[in-house]
């Protein structure tokens, strides 16, 4: 199974009840484990966790702490991108080179490495000074 089937599967747990854009998310470390995500929406719309964040949180509550791929799906006319600030969270655990795979349930994909996904990141080494 691939991490865009698994980001698939997962998507209809989402709880979208304000927006009804449910979205999946699906992370591989270096060790293969997979780590899924869902969006969570609550009564104070537009508060809630993206699909991304709730992967990420479920790999570090694991142990885990590096992204070696990912994969973002969506009901869209196009591939579904991460919004900006999981595009950040992604950077912090995601190395140069590590791909994103960002689809739709019409089976349209886009590929990008973090670096273009996210050019000029901030880091760690950005606080150093």
């Known amino acids: ?5 698994d980001a698939i599967r997962i998507r209809v747990n989402a709880h979208a009840p304000y927006s009804g854009f449910k979205v999946g998310a699906a992370i591989r470390t270096p060790s ?4 899924t995500g869902v969006n969570v929406e609550n009564a104070a719309y537009p508060e809630g966790t993206c ?5 990420i949180a479920a790999m570090v509550a694991a142990g ?3 992204i070696a791929a990912m994969a973002v799906v969506g009901d869209a006319p196009a591939p579904v991108t991460p919004c900006g600030g999981c595009r950040q969270k992604i950077a912090e655990f995601a190395p140069r ?3 994103v795979t960002m689809a739709n349930l019409a089976g349209d994909r886009l590929e990008m490495k973090i670096e273009a996904l ?3 990141a901030f880091a760690k080494a950005q606080m150093e000074g």
Request: glycine content about 14%.
């Open 64 to 66: 885990e702490t590096e």
């Open 32 to 35: 293969g484990r997979v780590f």
């Open 51 to 55: 699909a991304e964040a709730g992967a």
């Open 1 to 5: 199974m691939s991490l865009v089937d």
């Open 118 to 120: 996210l050019p000029y």
């Open 97 to 99: 080179g590590v791909v």
